[in-house]
């Protein structure tokens, strides 16, 4: 046996050379790069590191994970497919379920390319820091603006495969088609087309408002915009078993409505590939406006952004100027919080603090505006119903998912809040509260501090709440207007607001927007679980209790007297918490929080 051969077979480890060896080896070298390509590198690390991903500099790995993870749902509905098209006794899925097998991966590649999309938009464009830093270098504008665009290409185009390549490998055997090519191009082109179109549209949506009404309007219209695009798509995937039952009756309808819906376009250009000649006439029609469709966007792409591209760079250079942010609507609101809630001095700084800090931090508002546009696409999923009665499809309002909307609601508002809250990065604030009360502060002046948060949280929660109980009494059905059903909800809705509150900053012990980067990564999959967990609870909440509530006023005083008796419960152990992080030393900036946070000194 060779020498050779061992080497490349035989030999586990690295072969292990002196050190005089590696000397005579020379210095290593690295690879010389282009400054192009130095350029499209750097805007790809940006993409996965930047404040609205993650403050803590660990955006790129958890990034790199969710990339991994979004393959996984197309790849599992593949695998789930196998016994549908496999069954015991020789039955097969009729024409339009097979459809609906197709139409799912049209709508999850349209979905994830979407919001990967949205979640980087602020990417897509200069900001202050290419300002200041890469145009001082020896750079031609062009090839700034050609790298970026080439970061663009990839990111769009890596996610676009990420999302969709491990279905096709499990997909013919799942499905057992009679021509497995022609199922393999048609998957592909569709999913693939499907995703592109949402990114391309992403992008033209951006670029027109960019375009059209310059940055400081764009600024304001476009957290707005984030925030309906990932309610809208996340629609999409949660109303997927409602929608599929009415997709036959949609299609056979010929409406101009089916036409304008673009997933029907790409699932138009499914089953054109996979049924050739005989397929349906509305397949073939709804092919041919994808295919142009997905043109003109790619071409209203290539034309809106460099004029974009252009403006965004004239009015960072220019800077914004100055504007007063005061709002005289709010000052009598102001008065009423001054005189009733808060008092205490403390209290009133820290709840101005968080106020001023989410008006001027635009990362913060992007944590609410994504928290909130999952909870309104998750709200419109549980609150509509779709039937098809006698070859019309009739959209219905259900009571019970009015109800739990409530909690659901409550739920996202707070995880948002505390979300940005306890969110690291802005050392800016932190400074005067350690001055002034010390670090850590006294116990009251502690609890006074987080009061505040709690308070400003909940206010949001419940005003945000209430709302919603006031718009959809325009659409609930006759069960929900009595009385006893709007002082339950009220009730429920006040009380579900008070208790996830409590929760959910039960373990806070920061003042709000002033934490320290965690010392330790935290647990994504805990994280999930954590959300699986609490979301159906707070959505059956409402379900069960508002019935009983409404039976007597005596069930009324004791769900009160429950509530109560929790958030009683709840304050007392936060503030045994507080006490005990109040009497702990601070660590120093090289000490571990184990074993020094063990309370044993």
């Known amino acids: 046996m060779s020498k050779e051969f061992q080497r490349l077979f035989m030999m586990a480890e690295p072969e292990i050379l002196s050190l005089n060896a590696q000397a005579a080896l020379g210095a290593v070298r690295e690879p010389e790069r282009s400054q192009f390509s130095q350029l499209v590198r750097h805007f790809l690390e940006r993409f996965f590191n930047h404040e609205t991903a993650s403050s803590d500099g660990e955006a790129k790995s958890r990034l790199i994970l969710i990339a991994c993870a979004t393959g996984i749902p197309g790849f599992v509905d593949a695998l789930y497919l196998w016994p549908v098209y496999h069954q015991m006794f020789g039955g097969h899925p009729s024409y339009w379920m097979t459809v609906n097998h197709h139409f799912f991966f049209v709508i999850y590649s349209f979905v994830a390319l979407g919001i990967i999309t949205v979640f980087e938009w602020d990417m897509f464009f200069p900001d ?20 970026r665009v080439a970061a663009i290409a990839i990111l769009i185009v890596g996610f676009l495969i990420d999302a969709n390549f491990l279905a096709p490998l499990v997909l013919p055997a799942s499905i057992d088609p009679p021509n497995p090519a022609r199922l393999l191009a048609g998957h592909v082109l569709a999913v693939l087309g499907s995703g592109l179109f949402s990114a391309a549209f992403i992008l033209v949506l951006q670029g027109l408002l960019l375009s059209i009404f310059g940055e400081r309007l764009f600024r304001r219209l476009s ?31 010929g409406s101009v409505y089916v036409l304008c819906f673009p997933p029907f376009w ?42 974009a591209y252009v403006r965004r760079v004239r009015r960072l250079v220019e ?32 709840f101005h603090f968080i106020s001023q800090t989410l008006m001027r931090v635009h990362r913060y508002r992007i944590y609410l505006v994504l928290y909130g546009g999952v909870g309104l696409s998750i709200v419109v999923a549980t609150v509509l ?9 009739r959209i219905e309002i259900s009571p019970d998912g009015m109800r739990a909307a409530i909690g659901i609601v409550a739920f996202w508002t707070i995880a948002g809040l505390r979300m940005a809250f306890v969110s690291p990065g802005n050392q800016q604030g932190n400074w005067v509260f350690r001055i002034v009360h ?42 929900l207007l009595t009385w006893p059903a709007a002082a339950s909800q009220l009730l429920v809705a006040a009380g579900i607001c008070l208790l996830l509150t409590d929760i959910f900053f039960l373990n806070v012990r920061i003042v709000a927007f002033t934490g320290q980067p965690p010392r330790e990564q935290s647990n994504l999959a805990l994280t999930i679980f954590k959300f699986f967990y609490f979301i159906p609870a707070a959505a059956w909440l409402p379900v069960v209790s508002e019935p ?54």
């Open 438 to 479: 010390g670090r850590p502060p006294h116990l009251n002046t502690a609890l006074e501090q987080l009061l505040a948060a709690r308070l400003w949280a909940f206010l949001i929660a419940l005003i945000a709440t209430l709302m919603f109980c006031l718009a959809f009494r325009a659409i609930a059905p006759a069960e």
């Open 128 to 147: 202050l820091l290419d300002i200041f830093v890469l145009t001082t270098l020896p750079i031609p504008d062009r090839r700034l603006f050609t790298a």
């Open 266 to 307: 790409f699932l138009g250009i499914y089953q054109s590939l996979l049924e050739g000649r005989a397929v349906l006439p509305i397949f073939n029609q709804l092919a041919q406006i994808g295919c142009v469709s997905l043109l003109i966007t790619g071409a209203l792409a290539v034309l809106t952004y460099p004029i």
């Open 223 to 253: 957290i707005l915009l984030q925030g309906l695009s990932i309610a809208v798509l996340l629609m999409l995937l949660f109303l997927f078993p409602v929608l599929s039952s009415a997709v036959p009756t949609f299609l056979k309808s």
């Open 385 to 393: 119903r779709m039937s098809v009665v006698y070859g019309y499809v």
């Open 548 to 601: 009983w509530i409404e039976k007597s006023p005596a069930h009324f005083v004791l769900a009160a007297a429950v509530i109560a008796t929790t958030h009683l419960a709840l304050r007392r152990q936060h503030r045994e918490i507080m006490r005990i992080h109040c009497d702990m030393r601070e660590l120093e900036d090289d000490e571990e929080e184990f074993p020094m946070k063990l309370g044993l000194l």
């Open 319 to 350: 800077g914004p100027g100055t504007r007063d942010t005061r709002s005289w609507a709010a000052q009598p609101l102001q008065s009423l919080l001054h005189a009733t809630l808060l008092r205490p001095p403390i209290r009133r700084a820290v």
